[in-house]
């Protein structure tokens, strides 16, 4: 049989495929098939995909997850393709052979299927909605199967976005949030039991406003996630503001604030205040948590770029594994545990999506940056 794809380089999966001929006979051959009309009664995203990933069949659910008007617009290409993820068209060879491929949980259960064996994978995916990036978050079953000589896969796909919410807020939010509480609720009634130490005030207010912070942060990223929130900017004294970001994070943690180097050469920020507080803690709550060893220094830093930009940057030692920065910036993923890992997703999304920035990273040579990148204050005034 003919193939294209030939030669093409490839990172994971095998770039070859079927050419359209070849699997419209295919299609033909399945449409004899008289139980294959019950997947459209299935309530989750269903494909059949032939020996080269390629998509020969698939019901309304998985059509509609697509955003497709025909179902002959996904038939020949791959998973990724046909739900129009980032990194699927990274390379020429397409879905499953970016460098990012071999961590996607769906191109894993679809390889090991290949193989000859059933698989469950979640699959942190981020695809292109009119030009917005948009996470989708899925859990994916696959099973071999033979049709005709032919060997295909069955994929089942549930988008678990909901599930994976509650288990985050289950996890983080109400951690945070009895902690907090818990913590009022004591120093209460330590001063009521002596009312005349006033050393014990101060805890109280900072333990009530870091409280206030975590609910007002969950707020605003459902808000965000739901295009529901608005940035409100304003003129941010950099340096004070920096400081006490600083000094938040280390109190919260117990660590002495000298670990953190600050340096801050500009005098003012038009941002929105609190927006852009969500992302610097997170940045400075990624470095103290990564800062293990107790050696080297974290580094925050703002200056103003040749182009009258803001550039603030979050400097620590260290390096991240190579699997979660193929992963950076999705929802979910953490080096701690599963149901972390929302940190990076919320400093792009509210930079990118309603601060007007850019952020990026970099880690390598034992050092590890994050750097978010703000627009000119004239761009703010006339945005």
Request: hydrophobic share 35%; with cysteine.
């Amino acid at each position: 049989m003919h193939k294209t794809g030939i030669g093409l380089t490839t990172h994971f999966a095998s770039p070859e495929r079927d050419t359209r001929e070849t699997i419209e006979k295919l299609v033909m051959q399945l449409r004899e098939e008289p139980t294959l009309g019950w997947f459209n009664a299935l309530p989750m995203s269903m494909a059949i995909i032939n020996e080269h990933r390629q998509i020969i069949h698939c019901n309304t659910e998985f059509k509609d997850l697509a955003q497709k008007e025909d179902v002959m617009d996904i038939i020949g290409l791959r998973p990724g393709e046909a739900l129009n993820c980032i990194n699927a068209r990274a390379v020429k060879a397409g879905c499953g052979c970016s460098n990012f491929c071999n961590v996607c949980g769906a191109a894993q259960a679809i390889i090991k299927s290949l193989n000859g064996h059933a698989d469950c994978q979640e699959c942190r995916l981020v695809r292109l909605e009119n030009g917005t990036e948009v996470p989708l978050d899925l859990q994916v079953f696959t099973q071999p199967m033979q049709f005709n000589g032919h060997p295909l896969i069955l994929v089942f796909i549930m988008d678990i976005s909901h599930e994976l919410r509650l288990r985050y807020l289950n996890r983080t939010f109400h951690h945070s949030l009895i902690n907090g509480v818990g913590g009022i609720a004591t120093l209460t009634e330590i001063i009521e039991s002596d009312p005349v130490d006033s050393d014990l005030f101060p805890l109280l207010i900072e333990s009530s406003q870091r409280t206030l912070r975590d609910v007002l942060y969950h707020r605003d990223v459902e808000a965000a996630e739901h295009n529901r929130l608005t940035a409100k900017m304003e003129t941010i004294e950099a340096e004070p503001y920096f400081k006490q970001i600083a000094m938040d994070e280390c109190i919260q943690r117990n660590t002495q604030d000298s670990c953190v180097d600050i340096s801050v050469t500009t005098k003012t920020i038009i941002s929105d205040k609190r927006l852009l507080g969500h992302v610097v803690h997170n940045m400075l709550s990624n470095a103290l948590e990564a800062w293990h060893e107790k050696t080297g220094t974290i580094t925050l830093s703002c200056s103003d770029s040749t182009d009258g930009r803001t550039v603030i940057t979050v400097t620590n030692p260290g390096v991240i594994p190579e699997n979660i920065q193929k992963q950076m910036f999705k929802r979910y993923v953490s080096t701690k545990s599963r149901d972390r890992g929302l940190g990076t997703y919320v400093m792009k999304l509210l930079t990118t999506g309603y601060l007007g920035g850019e952020i990026a990273f970099t880690s390598e040579n034992n050092v590890t940056s994050f750097t978010v990148t703000l627009p000119a204050a004239s761009a703010e005034r006339s945005a």
